[in-house]
């Protein structure tokens, strides 16, 4: 379908006061933007199943049915304001904007609620703009808007039993800052819909850019092994880029430097890893036979799945744990992914009381999560109180040495994460797996156990590449940890 009018859309205005450029390709060239990533796509979803959990706060309300075509989803949605009930997803047209509203409550003869909802637990500062925007152009089509409210969901809210919607969600009127902000949108709109008739602006790269889809078509000049990998504060970079510095053979000599940016500055320069080989020493030292590596996969659900969780709450629906006996023993590999049809806490906590034994160090990368899910597991069954405070004791933080730089290898590309230094250390690698980060292996869950389709086949492949992915975590840990033991010379 081609949309026979270049509107400007509520979601084509947010990106345009991120990137005016990326305004631009979503109007006339959509097709040279990258899909959305499988992550970004349960995103939306749970977006989705917020709306529709938001909408039973307001029975007898209408949902307008939306037509890809902006004006005829305008008449429905005029034709259904005249019956001043409550609608839901009514969309509007004046002039060349356009806007989707999430609920519109009738007040009195002939004035309007406007109520945005979020998937978030706190009202941010582009919520103002989304709504002021709304109000803009629903005026423009001739309602009168009194009051603009954005819905979202309540953080502190713990489920216990059946859903209770009207806890679920907080609801802040913003109406004031709405107000105030009127003028300037209308402003930004006429701005935006001139570039999106225009040629391809050109706009300056900034850290706005980090998630925009554009961003390695726009950052295609940059050299692999660019200034902007060195840790730290940004602006440097920029400041470096803007004297014509790209990469880290051209940083001048006397361009000042933190001592761990030194580190790395002199590891990419040399091609060399950088060692602190007292600091390893000590780390390893700390680490007690017998050895357990563990690795939790998340959920994070918007809406609560489960009897004393909250919104967004990680709760493990697996694990993997190899586990070293002695210096010379046989690896030993653990694993448990739940099936979702209940809660996976209660088991997750009785395994891995069976497994981790009463000694020996418990090595997680990022530690601190991996406790935090346990803490979490713990509050919903007491009974592991006790197991679980002498438990966290035994943690070692594989992250500790890497965040600290006491290691860098420049093939780890100015990042502290497993996923990089697994193949600057090792001939192990994340590449080519059907589920190579955590985000998507989140998500894939989601689809596969909560979503709609109840295809076997396609559970039974993503459970398997589940499986894998978890094993790789912790055995990249097991890898690392003999890497920096031969280094230092203890292996």
């Known amino acids: 379908m081609v949309e026979t009018k270049k509107f400007l859309s509520k979601s084509r205005f947010m990106d345009g006061l991120s990137c005016l450029k990326f305004l631009w390709y979503q109007v006339n060239r959509k097709k040279e933007i990258p899909p959305f990533s499988a992550e970004l796509v349960e995103i939306m979803k749970q977006g989705s199943v917020v709306g529709e959990e938001a909408h039973q706060l307001f029975p007898g309300g209408i949902k307008v049915e939306r037509d890809w075509q902006a004006e005829i989803t305008h008449e429905r949605s005029m034709k259904a304001a005249r019956e001043r009930k409550i609608l839901f997803e009514a969309g509007f047209v004046s002039g060349q904007t356009y806007a989707i509203s999430d609920i519109l409550v009738p007040v009195g003869e002939k004035s309007w609620q406007l109520i945005e909802v979020k998937s978030s637990t706190s009202v941010k500062h582009e919520h103002y703009d989304d709504v002021a925007f709304q109000k803009m152009v629903l005026e423009g089509a001739g309602l009168d808007i009194c009051q603009c ?187 448990f992914l739940a099936s979702g049809d209940q809660d996976p806490r209660p088991q997750v906590l009785s395994r891995l009381k069976e497994l981790l034994g009463e000694s020996g160090s418990i090595i997680a990368f990022f530690a601190d999560y991996e406790k935090k899910c346990l803490r979490f597991s713990v509050r919903n069954c007491p009974e592991y109180n006790h197991w679980f405070v002498c438990l966290k004791k035994r943690f070692i933080d594989l992250l500790v040495p890497f965040k600290n730089l006491w290691y860098y290898h420049p093939k780890q590309k100015g990042s502290a994460s497993l996923k990089d230094i697994l193949p600057a250390m090792t001939k192990l690698s994340y590449d080519n797996m059907e589920i190579g980060a955590g985000g998507l292996a989140r998500f894939e869950y989601m689809r596969v156990v909560f979503g709609s389709s109840d295809d076997k086949k396609d559970k039974d492949k993503v459970f398997s590449a589940l499986e894998k992915y978890c094993e790789l975590d912790t055995l990249a840990m097991v890898k690392i940890v003999e890497a920096l033991k031969k280094l230092v010379g203890s292996g």
Not at 150 to 165: A, I, K, M, S, W
Not at 174 to 192: C, D, G, P
Not at 235 to 256: C, H, T, Y
């Open 149 to 335: 409210y954005v819905l979202y969901l309540n953080r502190d809210y713990e489920r216990v039993g059946q859903l209770e919607v009207d806890k679920l969600f907080k609801k802040d009127e913003i109406t004031a800052e709405v107000i105030e902000l009127q003028s300037e949108v209308k402003a930004q709109a006429e701005k935006m819909l001139v570039v999106m008739a225009g040629s391809e602006p050109e706009v300056k790269i900034g850290p706005r850019c980090k998630n925009c889809p554009l961003y390695e078509k726009c950052w295609a000049f940059m050299p692999e092994d660019n200034i902007f990998l060195i840790r730290g504060n940004k602006k440097m970079a920029f400041d470096l880029m803007r004297q014509g510095v790209l990469d880290f053979a051209s940083i001048p000599n006397n361009f000042e430097l933190t001592p761990e940016q030194l580190i790395q500055v002199s590891a990419h320069q040399t091609g060399e890893p950088y060692l602190n080989k007292p600091e390893l020493t000590n780390f390893l030292a700390k680490l007690t036979y017998p050895l357990y590596f563990l690795d939790f996969e998340t959920i994070a659900s918007a809406i609560p799945l489960y009897d004393y969780t909250r919104p967004y709450e990680d709760i493990p629906v697996q694990f993997s744990l190899h586990v070293q006996k002695s210096a010379k023993a046989k690896l030993e590999h653990y694993s």
